[in-house]
T-cell receptor
């Protein structure tokens, strides 16, 4: 089945130690999103890629970066994780464009739960 | 600015009872509206979406939602809930298309009483 896969499901890192979360998709969607979700809260959009174009949300801290080396993969890099960055990180994809198969709603992965020691 | 309000933080219903989760949105034009469900420790799964046509939308798992422009509402309903429906439910709105950036409501946690 076509899907969005996030690895790992659980990640533990030390305070200040860089960490990378990964997301891959087999949907051939041209847009990939990264969300941060803290306990009992709605997902908060950090940034998204529309093809190779990176779009950062205004309130996303500089500590968060992203890379999209190709259509299928997208990475979230946290340069110096703080205790406040402990959260679930969700990757989502969608297809924006023209044609009957475009404009598909966002399809989410199962997330990576990040803990900071 | 767009916004989504889910006035109920937590709802408990008995198994087999009917369910209605409320959602109100604020947007000048006809929005793209969604309901997502999130089970504990999982990602979000799309239940249903609306952007035009019939205002009563059928989704997966026996859920439906009705778009009421006059009330700016998009309430989610299910005639008979199952224990497996216990989860967090998010209403969301998108501005430009079904695939563009979406804004989530704060969510409603649904508990099922045996």
């Amino acid at each position: 089945d076509a899907m969005v896969i996030q690895n790992p499901r659980y990640q533990v890192t030390q305070f200040g130690k860089p960490v990378t979360l990964s997301c891959s998709q087999t949907l051939n969607h041209n847009v990939m999103y990264w969300y941060q979700q803290k306990s009992s809260q709605a997902p908060k959009l950090l940034f998204h890629y529309y093809d190779k174009d990176f779009n950062n949300e205004a309130d996303t801290p500089d500590n968060f970066q992203s890379r999209r080396p190709n259509t299928s993969f997208c990475f979230l890099d946290i340069r110096s994780p703080g205790l406040g960055d402990a959260a679930m990180y969700l990757c989502a994809t969608s297809r924006l464009g023209q044609g009957i198969y475009s404009n598909q709603p966002q399809h989410f992965g199962d997330g990576t739960r990040l803990s900071i020691l | 600015a767009q916004s989504v309000t889910q006035p109920d933080i937590h709802i408990t219903v008995s198994e087999g009872a009917s369910l209605e989760l409320r959602c109100n949105y604020s947007y000048g034009a006809t929005p793209y509206l969604f309901w997502y469900v999130q089970s504990p420790g999982q990602g979000l799964q799309l239940l249903l979406k609306y952007f035009s046509g019939d205002t009563l939308v059928q989704g997966i798992k026996g859920f439906e939602a009705e778009f009421k422009r006059s009330q700016s509402s998009f309430n989610l309903r299910k005639p008979s809930v199952h224990w497996s429906d216990a989860a967090e439910y998010f209403c969301a709105v998108a501005r430009y298309s079904s695939a563009s950036k979406i804004i989530f409501g704060s969510g409603t946690r649904l508990s099922i009483r045996p």
